[in-house]
């Protein structure tokens, strides 16, 4: 059976970032996977191989997504400080926070916590995607520092290690407070934490 092409397969990988995202990796069942792709058995095997191969991929375009957001804000914005806050706005608007639908944390996070020894491919799978959005923030951080927005002794690795945390942090309060307002709230405070390694 031929592959489908690129644009549905795309389509059908969006598909599947919703529904592991708000089941999980464990509650997502084959037949959950062919009634949200609408695809057959056989197509969906044939197609990514197996249940775990379809969520790797799944997790991958999450990790993308992420990435492109993150460039997005701080590419659109005039300095990296008011792109990063722009970014954790983005995060506690209705990304978070549906109509009706379950609450989404970090689904790398969720995954993480989830997954165990007998998915190990999955666990490393999850930590290397993190390492690569810390390794993004860190060389923003440089090139932040490198323009005088920074102060020279602020550690770059060592915030952007923060500034992740936060991000997880936000992503994963969305669990228990679904209030916009407290999102957006905690969303400016947590900006304006950044304000301490700046040279005004």
């Known amino acids: 059976m031929p592959r489908p092409a690129r644009h549905d397969r795309q389509i059908a990988l969006d598909k599947a970032v919703d529904l592991f995202w708000e089941r999980g990796y464990h509650a997502t069942s084959m037949k959950h996977l062919e009634q949200a792709l609408d695809m057959r058995p056989g197509s969906l095997y ?3 191989g197996s249940k775990s191969g379809l969520f790797s991929e799944a997790l991958n375009s999450y990790a993308r997504q992420m990435a492109e957001e993150l460039a997005g804000c701080l590419s659109t914005s005039d300095n990296l400080v008011e792109g990063f806050k722009f970014y954790l706005r983005s995060l506690a608007g209705p990304c ?3 109509e009706n639908r379950p609450p989404r944390a970090c689904m790398l996070i ?3 916590l989830e997954v165990n020894e007998e ?7 999850v930590n290397h995607v993190l390492d690569q959005m810390e ?9 932040a520092q ?8 602020v550690d770059c690795a060592r915030l952007a290690r923060l500034l992740q945390g936060q991000v997880i942090g936000l992503r994963s309060f969305a669990q228990r ?5 407290h999102l957006a709230d905690l969303a400016e405070d947590m900006g304006s934490l950044f304000e301490s390694y700046l040279i005004h």
Do not use: M, S, W, Y
């Open 135 to 143: 390794q993004l923030l860190a060389a923003e951080l440089g090139r």
């Open 119 to 125: 998915e190990p491919a999955l666990q490393q799978q």
């Open 46 to 48: 044939a197609t990514f």
């Open 110 to 112: 969720k995954t993480l």
């Open 96 to 98: 978070l926070v549906r």
């Open 146 to 153: 490198a323009q005088g927005e920074i102060r020279l002794e």
């Open 177 to 181: 407070d679904t209030n916009p307002e």
